[in-house]
T-cell receptor, first 112, second 117 residues
Framework: AQSVTQPDIHITVSEGASLELRCNYS??????LFWYVQSPGQGLQLLLK??????LVQGIKGFEAEFKRSQSSFNLRKPSVHWSDAAEYFC??????????FGAGTTVTVRA | SAVISQKPSRDICQRGTSLTIQCQVD?????MFWYRQQPGQSLTLIAT?????????ESGFVIDKFPISRPNLTFSTLTVSNMSPEDSSIYLC??????????????FGAGSRLTVL
């Protein structure tokens, strides 16, 4: 069975600082990996996804994620956080493009 | 990009009643899904809505509690039956496989927030 762990429930960062959100997964084969963002009152928006190829994936809004097979991780990063990045972030794993298993989510608070 | 509309966006319901949530996509898609997000928790897949046939339910979800319809490639409904406070959640419609563009990204609606008293 596939599963996702996001160890950090809540992270607070200063505007302009860097951000890294951790994600570890359990899956028997090479999975599809995703990061979604959910802003208050909004639906989920895909930031990026990985299936194969370059292990460093570039996404929207200046985010990137790195797939590390040896560590079963897919951490999300952003070099400089903006106040609009305050949201909840979900990592997900799937055998394909649609049967996703989501992590519990990490809430990001951005302080001025 | 595709627009997914869900109705209602939120509702307050009485225990024992049923509510139907609608999901309308502005373009034809191959697959439609329903997810549940309980308060403070992550998303859980309820079922895959199959056009013209019975939905495929995930473990822990049954048709009697969550009947689903999908009459065509752009529309689906999820009914939450005989509601209890434990059904208070955000219900999200998601779609993948846009026939017009070939895009294959799982896209979510804004969700329907149900509160059961």
């Amino acid at each position: 069975a596939q599963s996702v762990t996001q160890p950090d429930i809540h992270i607070t960062v200063s505007e302009g600082a860097s951000l890294e959100l951790r994600c570890n997964y359990s899956y028997g084969a090479t999975p599809y990996l995703f990061w979604y963002v959910q802003s208050p009152g909004q639906g989920l928006q895909l930031l990026l996804k990985y299936f194969s190829g370059d292990t460093l994936v570039q996404g929207i809004k200046g985010f990137e994620a790195e797939f590390k097979r040896s560590q079963s991780s897919f951490n999300l990063r952003k070099p400089s956080v903006h106040w609009s990045d305050a949201a909840e972030y979900f990592c997900a794993v799937a055998p394909n493009d649609y049967k996703l298993s989501f992590g519990a989510g990490t809430t990001v608070t951005v302080r001025a | 990009s595709a627009v997914i509309s869900q109705k209602p966006s939120r509702d307050i319901c009485q225990r024992g009643t049923s509510l139907t949530i609608q999901c309308q996509v502005d373009s034809q898609v191959t697959m439609m899904f329903w997810y549940r997000q309980q308060p403070g928790q992550s998303l859980t897949l309820i079922a895959t809505a199959n056009q013209g046939s019975e939905a495929t339910y995930e473990s822990g979800f049954v048709i009697d509690k969550f009947p689903i319809s999908r009459p065509n490639l752009t529309f689906s409904t999820l009914t939450v039956s005989n509601m209890s406070p434990e059904d208070s959640s955000i219900y999200l419609c998601s779609v993948v496989g846009f026939l017009s563009s070939g895009a294959n990204v799982l896209t979510f609606g804004a969700g329907s927030r149900l509160t059961v008293l």
